[in-house]
């Protein structure tokens, strides 16, 4: 999945991709981070601004 954008992407749609990936090919949120070479700080800056916060237990976004 090509999450280069993720910057610029609806962060509506952007939360199904990025939980769509976390379920499917990464354990972790610094997994998928590593994997897709991310900024972490941006990327949950850019989904809590819209209210979507990491929960590890569950592996998601919510």
């Given at each position: 999945?090509?999450?280069?954008?993720?910057?610029?992407?609806?962060?509506?749609?952007?939360?199904?991709?990025?939980?769509?990936?976390?379920?499917?090919?990464?354990?972790?949120?610094?997994?998928?981070?590593?994997?897709?070479?991310?900024?972490?700080?941006?990327?949950?800056?850019?989904l809590?601004?819209?209210?979507?916060?990491?929960?590890?237990?569950?592996?998601?976004?919510?």
């Open positions: 999945m090509d999450l280069s954008t993720y910057l610029q992407m609806d962060p509506h749609l952007l939360v199904g991709l990025v939980n769509t990936e976390l379920r499917n090919h990464c354990d972790s949120l610094d997994d998928l981070v590593k994997t897709h070479h991310l900024d972490p700080e941006a990327l949950t800056e850019k809590g601004n819209a209210d979507y916060h990491y929960q590890p237990a569950q592996n998601q976004f919510r």
